[in-house]
Each structure stands twice: as C-alpha cells, then as structure tokens.
C-alpha cells in the first residue's frame, strides 16, 4: 500500500517545520497555514483517523495538541484557539493519517483565512517553528 503523506514526513522523506516530537506523536505546521501557526498533531503510527485510534494513542496527540494551543496563546499572541480533527471525506478529510489542527486565532488581520489570503508571504515558518517549539518545552 503506498504511504500517506504524514506517513512519509513522519519517517522524514519529506521535510517539515517540525514543533515537537516524542516517540507516538509528531507535531509541524500545516503547510497551508490557515492562520500564523496552524499546527498538526499526527500520531506517528498509521490509523485513518480519530475514530480508529486507540484511546491511549489519542490522547497522547490530545495532550500535545493542548500544549500547542496554550503556546499560541501564551508566545504567539493568539486570543483563541480552535482544535479539530476531521473524520472522513465526508467530513472534510483529505489526509487519511490521524492529525488533529491547532489553529490560532487572532484579532484582526490573522484571524482568518479570507484575511490570510495575499498575505502568505509574510509568514516566515522556520521563525514560527521556532517560536513554538522553545515554548514547547
Ligand atoms: P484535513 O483536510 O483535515 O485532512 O487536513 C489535512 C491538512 O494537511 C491540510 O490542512 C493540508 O494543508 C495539510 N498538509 C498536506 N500536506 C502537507 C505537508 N506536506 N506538510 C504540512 N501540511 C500538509
């Protein structure tokens, strides 16, 4: 069976701006970058989704997705967070590898994704990478 995407950047064929790793779970930004930040949590062994996952697994990417938004909010500059994860094409899941997103949300011009567009340029990665992975710890 060919490998998914998060797969192949979990066993690093593929690059990322990596924020946190253990030895279940690896944590980057999401390359579309919904707003400044936006994170994935995926569990580093293969299940389709949330709802496939054992209990165990879960939690520990709940765990660090939690981090994550406490990092936006206390270093980024993010007044709220929303954490979701979607189960199914139906859903809107296009990567079949467990992931939740942290998103970021900001007041004004940060905040959403029609305000992002244009705008991406401006987001240096490797620098928000960093940002969150030192307040990680
Ligand atoms: P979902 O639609 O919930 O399955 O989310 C999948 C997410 O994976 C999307 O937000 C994509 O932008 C993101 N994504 C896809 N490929 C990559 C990649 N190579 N690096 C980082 N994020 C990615």
Not at 12 to 34: R, T, W
Not at 65 to 75: H, L, N, R
Not at 85 to 101: I, K, L, R, S
Request: hydrophobic share 40%; with cysteine; net charge negative.
């Amino acid at each position: 069976m060919e490998k998914d995407i998060f797969c192949r950047i979990i066993d690093g064929e593929i690059p990322c701006h990596k924020l946190y790793e253990d030895d279940d779970v690896l944590a980057f930004l999401d390359i579309s970058q919904v707003t400044k930040g936006h994170a994935l949590v995926v569990s580093k062994k293969h299940y389709d989704n949330f709802l496939s996952i054992p209990q165990e697994e879960m939690h520990k990417v709940m765990d660090v997705a939690q981090k994550i938004g406490q990092v936006d909010i206390k270093f980024l500059g993010a007044r709220g967070v929303n954490i979701l994860t979607n189960c199914y094409e139906a859903a809107g899941q296009t990567v079949m590898h467990f992931h939740v997103h942290v998103i970021p949300r900001y007041e004004g011009k940060e905040g959403f994704i029609l305000e992002m567009k244009g705008n991406e340029e401006k987001l240096n990665l490797p620098a928000i990478a960093e940002k969150v992975k030192i307040n990680l710890k």
